[in-house]
C-alpha cells in the first residue's frame, strides 16, 4: 500500500521559510514521480511541484516558480519540498502523492489516497 506522511508545515511570517517532508512508509519510492499539491479553502485542489524518479525532471506551477525547489533523497525515501519568499497566498493545507507519471502534477491522478497533508499558513 501506498502510504506518504507529510510534515514541516506550520505558521510562518510572509518572506520566511520552511521546508516540508513526504516521507514513503512500506514501499521504496525510488521509481515513483513524487509531487506536492496544495489546498486553500474554497479552492481545488493544485498541483505545484513534482520530480521524476531521476531528480532530473522537475515541474513547478508559475505560482511558485523561483520560490519553491523540490528534492529527494532515496536513501531516506523522502521528498522536500523547500519554500522561501512565502506569501499569504501560499496558505493552504499541503500534501504530497505518487504517480509513474510526471503529468501528475497537472492531471492530479495519483497512486493511493491522499494522506492528512500538513497545513501551512502565512500570516503576519
Known amino acids: 500500500q501506498v502510504q506518504l506522511v507529510e510534515s514541516g508545515g506550520g505558521l510562518v511570517q510572509p518572506g520566511g521559510s520552511l521546508r516540508l517532508s513526504c516521507a514513503a512508509s512500506g514501499f521504496n519510492l525510488d521509481y515513483l514521480v513524487i509531487g506536492w499539491f496544495r489546498q486553500a479553502p474554497g479552492r481545488e485542489r493544485e498541483g505545484i511541484s513534482c520530480?521524476?524518479?531521476?531528480?532530473?525532471?522537475?515541474y513547478y506551477a508559475d505560482s511558485v516558480k523561483g520560490r519553491f525547489t523540490i528534492s529527494r533523497d532515496n536513501d531516506k525515501n523522502t521528498v522536500y519540498l523547500q519554500m522561501n519568499s512565502l506569501k499569504p497566498e501560499d496558505t493552504a493545507v499541503y500534501y504530497c502523492a505518487a504517480s509513474p507519471h510526471l503529468s501528475m502534477c497537472i492531471n492530479k491522478v495519483v497512486v493511493g489516497s491522499w494522506g492528512q497533508g500538513t497545513q501551512v499558513t502565512v500570516s503576519s
Open positions: 520530480i521524476g524518479s531521476s531528480d532530473v525532471d522537475t
